[in-house]
């Protein structure tokens, strides 16, 4: 399969699907931290280069609800109508299978809500980083292995408690904002993996 993942410096998902044996290459207008298949540039560059899949992880800085406080004066300067319109184009590609990935925010309302929300502790990853994907042409992901999760890695508290597909959501956990953002956009490795196995 030919997989493009979009917007991703760190090489994580692309090495997971390549290690399944596919043919992925990332792309970011950062070059890789990893070595390997990557277009440093625009995405629509190679948008129309024949992908069987993307799975796309556009900037969530206009657009994620964390930084709401800041809406109107991005809402009224250009800069989240240009991130919701690029989160658009990117859906809206020839591209038959495509994952967009991204936090909590505006997209569930100017566009629609996401198809699911997952955290890295259902795939092995102990942490809450909430992530909703909008998925076309593709199943949802299926956790892989559901584990207690030690801290937040974005901040915030939620309450304790069971949600309704039986994973549990601790309360008061230490958060882990000390990371700068490179370090906190990055995907986990269990959710890398189960991308590669169930969409690959």
């Known amino acids: 399969m030919k997989v493009l993942i979009a917007c991703e410096f760190s090489g994580i998902v692309r090495d997971a699907f390549i290690a399944r044996g596919h043919d992925a290459m990332s792309c970011d207008l950062l070059p890789t931290e990893i070595p390997g298949p990557h277009y440093q540039g625009d995405v629509f560059d190679i948008i129309n280069d024949r992908w069987d899949l993307m799975i796309a992880h556009p900037p969530c800085t206009h657009?994620?609800?964390?930084?709401?406080?800041?809406?109107?004066?991005?809402?009224?300067?250009?800069?989240?109508?240009?991130?919701?319109?690029f989160v658009l184009q990117l859906y809206k590609s020839s591209i038959s299978k495509i994952a967009i990935e991204n936090p909590a925010g505006?997209?569930?309302t100017v566009w629609r809500k996401p198809d699911q929300y997952i955290d890295p502790y259902f795939f092995g990853d102990p942490y809450l980083?909430?992530?909703?994907?909008?998925?076309?042409?593709l199943?949802?992901?299926v956790p892989t292995k559901i584990v207690e999760p030690i801290a937040s890695w974005h901040g915030g508290s939620r309450r304790?408690?069971?949600?309704?597909?039986?994973?549990?959501t601790p309360a008061?956990?230490?958060?882990?904002?000390?990371?700068?953002?490179?370090?906190?956009?990055?995907?986990f490795q269990g959710i890398a993996n189960a991308m590669a196995e169930q969409w690959g």
Do not use: F
């Not at 304790?160 to 549990?168: A, E, F, L, Q």
């Open 63 to 85: 657009l994620a609800s964390s930084g709401a406080v800041y809406w109107k004066e991005k809402q009224k300067d250009g800069r989240q109508l240009d991130a919701v319109n």
């Open 106 to 108: 505006i997209l569930s």
């Open 129 to 137: 980083k909430r992530t909703g994907l909008w998925l076309k042409e």
């Open 139 to 141: 199943p949802l992901l």
């Open 160 to 168: 304790g408690g069971i949600k309704k597909d039986g994973t549990r």
């Open 172 to 187: 008061k956990l230490p958060t882990m904002l000390k990371y700068g953002w490179k370090e906190r956009s990055r995907t």
